[in-house]
């Protein structure tokens, strides 16, 4: 059974774990470059911008996490919430955490009035798209994600910079 929660600064360790398995799975193993001390800056910190629940078993050990932050829908006039990354640990799929922590940002979303969960899922990752049909997440076709980031970030931030 899982018992989900909003995280604890304690759980940072555990959740860096998680995201390291997901950069691992996702074939990015060397893309983390997050510290235990980011994420409790971050998540607790006087001004959190990102917030995270966790699913633990009986006996305290972080088995999934969610990671999400504050979306605005212009169209909506509402607030969203924009799931980051959804990681359950291995050995602990099909256990119903996923659909867990899924749940209580739906029931987040539902309380607070936002009018939308949305993420992103790499489109070789079939049995996540399985998963998010099986709940009825629809697919945004005709969207395409984009990026601004390394060398054209900083090339149009600092253009025309006095």
């Not at 950069?23 to 510290?35: G, L, Q, R």
């Not at 911008?49 to 509402?78: N, R």
């Not at 798209?129 to 054209?152: H, N, P, V």
Request: glycine share 10%; aromatic share 8%.
């Amino acid at each position: 059974m899982s018992i989900v929660r909003e995280a604890v600064p304690g759980d940072c360790p555990q959740i860096l774990e998680m995201i390291q398995e997901l950069a691992d799975y996702e074939k990015e193993p060397d893309a983390v470059h997050n510290t235990v001390a980011d994420l409790q800056e971050h998540l607790f910190g006087p001004n959190p911008q990102v917030f995270a629940h966790v699913a633990e078993d009986e006996s305290g050990e972080l088995k999934g996490m969610a990671l999400w932050f504050l979306t605005y829908s212009t169209w909506e006039g509402q607030h969203g919430i924009h799931l980051e990354d959804l990681y359950v640990r291995e050995a602990r799929r099909g256990s119903g955490t996923g659909t867990a922590l899924l749940r209580t940002l739906a029931q987040i979303c539902v309380q607070r009035g936002y009018k939308r969960l949305e993420w992103s899922v790499l489109d070789w990752n079939e049995p996540a798209i399985k998963f998010y049909d099986a709940i009825g997440a629809g697919s945004m076709d005709g969207w395409t994600t984009r990026r601004l980031d390394g060398e054209a970030l900083h090339a149009l931030g600092t253009r025309g910079a006095n």
